[in-house]
């Protein structure tokens, strides 16, 4: 009897040691993590050596040979060939195959990203004999898990990829990739010395149900790292599924941001924008097109708040553009855009086959977007 009391008496006192501990303790324990978070802020900021930076990176946004929006995008990383959709009809094919032949020297894709099965995404690998899967090797081929199509033109180019993956190519879901599964990888190394890399973003749809018909959500979310520097690409994804991809996922400043769902209005949210505050947007869309009427003014007033660097690829009609725009080429706003990054290079620099003036200072945005207003000159 007298022992168990002991122990009662004992616990007793270590609970009392424990309320009385001296404040000098608590506010040792409080700078302790101070000079802790303190020191690790100033090796990040001052100290940290920067990943280094090799070899070149490109992104190509090309025209896509007609007054659509949609998006095919080339990526050349060292020497892999990169293809993300192959949009906006079928017909842009030809255009397709005429822009990356000029990089492109063994006529294969290292790898071909399908971000979702909307047919301005897909079209180019959806033709019977004569889409892009018949017309290069691919190697690798990623795509979104998950899809609510079931069109004649999604079915078309679920069999083009079933003949691809027959003749060859491996191929995995976004969500293989992610979880390293399967012979997926959620980063695809791009040059011997690991400088540029292809690194494969959760989204919360890629295993849960979006409902309706919403497949944009479902789309493929890829970075590219170069070094230090990121760029970032998200297809069509939209408000619910960028919500999410900012909680699944570490993401910080880009230095290009592929303008969601080609500037809609449920896209490019603040959450996500003040999240990777993109250094340069280009936006796969086809001013003054009819049906959408692409880029949003409520994008472009989000957007407006971290770049002014933000291009266009297509003007859809003529009424904006000047003679000599009339003289090089119908439809082209900035034309093809290329992103490039290089070692030698301090900075990420943008080169446009047509015109290099930024969205802001055209007549069509000063006129059709006068209420927007930009925050960087």
Same mark, same amino acid.
């Given at each position: 009897?007298?022992?168990?009391?002991?122990?009662?008496?004992?616990?007793?006192?270590?609970?009392?040691?424990?309320?009385?501990?001296?404040?000098?303790?608590?506010?040792?324990?409080?700078?302790?993590?101070?000079?802790?978070?303190?020191?690790?802020?100033?090796?990040?900021?001052?100290?940290?050596?920067?990943?280094?930076?090799?070899?070149?990176?490109?992104?190509?946004?090309?025209?896509?040979?007609?007054?659509?929006?949609?998006?095919?995008?080339?990526?050349?990383?060292?020497?892999?060939?990169?293809?993300?959709?192959?949009?906006?009809?079928?017909?842009?094919?030809?255009?397709?195959?005429?822009?990356?032949?000029?990089?492109?020297?063994?006529?294969?894709?290292?790898?071909?990203?399908?971000?979702?099965?909307?047919?301005?995404?897909?079209?180019?690998?959806?033709?019977?004999?004569?889409?892009?899967?018949?017309?290069?090797?691919?190697?690798?081929?990623?795509?979104?898990?998950?899809?609510?199509?079931?069109?004649?033109?999604?079915?078309?180019?679920?069999?083009?990829?079933?003949?691809?993956?027959?003749?060859?190519?491996?191929?995995?879901?976004?969500?293989?990739?992610?979880?390293?599964?399967?012979?997926?990888?959620?980063?695809?190394?791009?040059?011997?010395?690991?400088?540029?890399?292809?690194?494969?973003?959760?989204?919360?749809?890629?295993?849960?149900?979006?409902?309706? =018909?919403?497949?944009?959500?479902? +789309? #493929?979310? !890829?970075?590219?790292? $170069?070094? &230090?520097?990121?760029?970032?690409? %998200?297809?069509?994804?939209?408000?619910?599924?960028?919500?999410?991809?900012?909680?699944?996922?570490?993401?910080?400043?880009?230095?290009?941001?592929?303008?969601?769902?080609?500037?809609?209005?449920?896209?490019?949210?603040?959450?996500?924008?003040?999240?990777?505050?993109?250094?340069?947007?280009?936006?796969?869309?086809?001013?003054?097109?009819?049906?959408?009427?692409?880029?949003?003014?409520?994008?472009?007033?989000?957007?407006?708040?971290?770049?002014?660097?933000?291009?266009?690829?297509?003007?859809?009609?003529?009424?904006?553009?000047?003679?000599?725009?009339?003289?090089?080429?119908?439809?082209?706003?900035?034309?093809?855009?290329?992103?490039? =990054?290089?070692?030698?290079?301090? +900075? #990420?620099? !943008?080169?446009?086959? $047509?015109? &290099?003036?930024?969205?802001?200072? %055209?007549?069509?945005?000063?006129?059709?977007?006068?209420?927007?207003?930009?925050?960087?000159?």
């Amino acid at each position: 009897m007298a022992s168990s009391k002991s122990r009662r008496y004992a616990k007793k006192a270590a609970k009392e040691a424990v309320r009385r501990s001296p404040k000098w303790v608590i506010i040792t324990a409080i700078i302790l993590i101070i000079i802790i978070a303190g020191g690790y802020f100033v090796y990040t900021k001052f100290f940290k050596k920067p990943l280094p930076i090799t070899g070149e990176l490109s992104f190509h946004f090309m025209m896509l040979g007609n007054n659509r929006s949609g998006d095919s995008i080339y990526v050349k990383a060292g020497d892999n060939d990169i293809l993300i959709d192959a949009g906006s009809e079928s017909n842009s094919i030809d255009d397709i195959c005429n822009y990356v032949n000029q990089y492109m020297d063994d006529n294969t894709f290292e790898y071909v990203i399908i971000t979702h099965g909307d047919t301005d995404h897909i079209d180019g690998f959806a033709v019977t004999n004569g889409s892009i899967f018949d017309l290069y090797k691919c190697e690798t081929i990623i795509t979104a898990p998950k899809t609510s199509k079931t069109t004649a033109t999604y079915n078309r180019y679920l069999s083009e990829l079933n003949d691809e993956t027959q003749k060859g190519a491996e191929h995995y879901t976004a969500l293989e990739c992610y979880n390293n599964e399967n012979g997926g990888k959620r980063e695809y190394e791009l040059s011997e010395d690991g400088s540029i890399k292809m690194e494969i973003l959760y989204n919360y749809y890629y295993d849960h149900e979006r409902g309706g =018909s919403e497949e944009n959500d479902y +789309s #493929v979310c !890829v970075q590219f790292h $170069h070094g &230090d520097r990121k760029f970032l690409f %998200t297809g069509d994804l939209e408000t619910k599924g960028e919500e999410y991809l900012v909680q699944y996922n570490n993401l910080s400043q880009v230095e290009l941001y592929k303008a969601g769902h080609h500037g809609s209005a449920g896209s490019s949210t603040d959450k996500l924008l003040n999240k990777i505050k993109p250094k340069i947007c280009v936006v796969s869309c086809a001013i003054r097109e009819s049906e959408y009427d692409f880029p949003k003014e409520s994008f472009l007033s989000r957007i407006a708040k971290h770049t002014s660097k933000v291009y266009v690829t297509t003007m859809a009609e003529l009424e904006y553009l000047t003679g000599v725009d009339k003289a090089n080429g119908y439809g082209a706003m900035n034309g093809n855009v290329i992103v490039s =990054s290089s070692s030698e290079k301090e +900075s #990420v620099e !943008v080169t446009c086959s $047509h015109s &290099d003036t930024l969205l802001k200072d %055209t007549s069509w945005c000063q006129s059709e977007r006068a209420s927007v207003t930009w925050l960087y000159n």
